[in-house]
Nanobody, 129 residues
Framework: QVQLVESGGGLVQPGGSLRLSCAAS????????IGWFRQASGKEREGVSC????????YYAHSVKGRFTISRDNAKNTVVLQMNSLKPEDTAVYYC??????????????????????WGQGTQVTVSS
């Protein structure tokens, strides 16, 4: 059974850090580009970061660049989103998704999840004092 599971969310104070994991079962993650998305209450889903399957290139939304880092842990079949210097506006449910078309470099994922196929159930991140 193909499945993605996000974990690592929680409540953190502004300026704090969280490490989100996207773990796959039933398939190998490094064959896919992986995107992280988030959806805040009452807002549209937006792309946060993407990691290419072809060369491991990484891409970030302007709002998180310099604070978030996406990486692969192939031994664990996992993609990690390290989030530092968190802000209240980072509060959202975070999702990971697979892209078999390796479309990270086009930045279409910033505003559209077209092409992303398998999705996890999401993990809540709350940044609040």
């Amino acid at each position: 059974q193909v499945q993605l599971v996000e974990s690592g969310g929680g409540l953190v104070q502004p300026g704090g850090s969280l490490r989100l994991s996207c773990a796959a079962s039933g398939f190998t993650l490094d064959y896919y580009a992986i995107g992280w998305f988030r959806q805040a209450s009452g807002k549209e889903r937006e792309g946060v970061s993407c990691i290419s399957s072809s060369d491991g290139s990484t891409y970030y939304a302007h709002s998180v660049k310099g604070r978030f880092t996406i990486s692969r842990d192939n031994a664990k079949n996992t993609v990690v989103l390290q989030m530092n210097s968190l802000k209240p506006e980072d509060t959202a449910v975070y999702y990971c998704a697979t892209d078999p078309y390796d479309g990270c470099s086009g930045y279409g994922w910033l505003t559209s999840s077209v092409g992303f196929e398998s999705w996890g159930q999401g993990t809540q991140v709350t940044v609040s004092s």
